[in-house]
């Protein structure tokens, strides 16, 4: 029996990111042993190569696990395709005008990698946000909605991830992502950016921005504007997911549907902590031991998780 399902039956939850579950498993040849000890930690790991294809055929040997710098033994290993909640939080600002075109060719070029089994929601924000589309199995509402999008108004982009989040919650699907397409900072949330940030940490969610940015030199640029890019990135990194800024707008397409086809192909690396029912939020590094002749790689995984308390 295949590891997912020896877990589907204990009733852990295989998450985005992180699960804390109270087992430990231990496969022998001729019979799955279990034992019930043991927290267990999935963490979700992406490996991309300098093209940002995904990098697949990787062994839990290619893989050093850290929690809070003390190295852990990666137990098990597997790839990890199963369907997705995927949420589209869409910048319809003022400043998106000459945007919104190659936007939604992005968006439909995201749809156009997922897997038949996934399920989509949009939220769309200016001055607020909005659930435009709640939770369908058919990406092609959402394309027939933005169709009809017209920008208007400031950002309220920290606003607009916090209700992507709530919406989030109505899935039950084991795997979360957002795919937030924005062109510049908060200007217009009622929430801070600790604030999301501390959703995120406490999240199943994976986040990946695509950000469409003006150059420095273009023009005076407003503070929330010059923090745009640093903020979507942290948002990002603290999920596991990843940040794009785009140059050039003919580029989005092709960065959207690289996301989409790398949300397809990720490991799940597993561990069992040692003595650390703390309640504490642990901060971990995945290092990468290449194969020889592999192609220069780097792995992308989430920032932390919380041990559970005793």
């Not at 607020?128 to 208007?152: M, W």
């Not at 069992?272 to 642990?282: C, N, T, V």
Request: charged letters at 25%; hydrophobic letters at 40%; a neutral charge.
């Amino acid at each position: 029996m295949r590891l997912r399902s020896l877990l589907a039956l204990l009733g852990i939850w295989c998450g985005t990111n992180l699960v804390q579950a109270q087992t430990l498993l231990k496969l022998e040849p001729a019979q799955a042993n279990i034992r019930i000890d043991k927290s267990l930690v999935l963490v979700p790991v992406t490996v991309c190569d300098r093209a940002n294809r995904a990098m697949t055929g990787l062994a839990k040997e290619h893989f050093r696990l850290f929690d809070d710098k003390v190295e852990q033994t990666v137990t098990s290993l597997w790839a990890d395709d199963a369907p997705l909640a995927i949420g589209l939080v869409f910048d319809t600002s003022a400043s998106m005008d000459n945007k919104l075109k190659r936007s939604r060719l992005a968006a439909d070029a995201f749809f156009e990698a997922a897997n038949p089994a996934d399920e989509f929601f949009l939220v769309e924000f200016n001055d607020r946000p909005k659930v435009s589309v709640p939770l369908t199995d058919d990406s092609r509402e959402i394309q027939n909605r933005l169709t009809f999008t017209a920008p208007k108004g400031r950002t309220a982009l920290l606003d607009a991830i916090y209700l992507a989040l709530h919406e989030m919650k109505k899935s039950k699907k084991s795997r979360k992502a957002l795919l937030v397409i924005s062109d510049g900072g908060d200007n217009s949330s009622r929430y801070r950016a600790r604030e999301i940030k501390n959703l995120v940490r406490e999240s199943e969610v994976q986040i990946y921005g695509i950000g469409i940015y003006e150059t420095a030199g273009s023009r005076a640029m407003m503070a929330e504007e010059v923090y745009g890019p640093t903020l979507l990135a942290e948002l990002a990194e603290i999920s596991g997911g990843r940040h794009f800024p785009v140059d050039n707008l003919r580029d989005l397409p092709d960065i959207a549907s690289k996301i989409g086809i790398e949300l397809r192909n990720r490991y799940v690396l597993a561990f069992s902590p040692m003595g650390q029912r703390d309640g504490r939020y642990h901060r971990l590094q995945v290092k990468l031991v290449p194969p020889p002749e592999a192609p220069p790689m780097h792995a992308y995984w989430r920032a932390g998780y919380y041990a559970p308390a005793e």
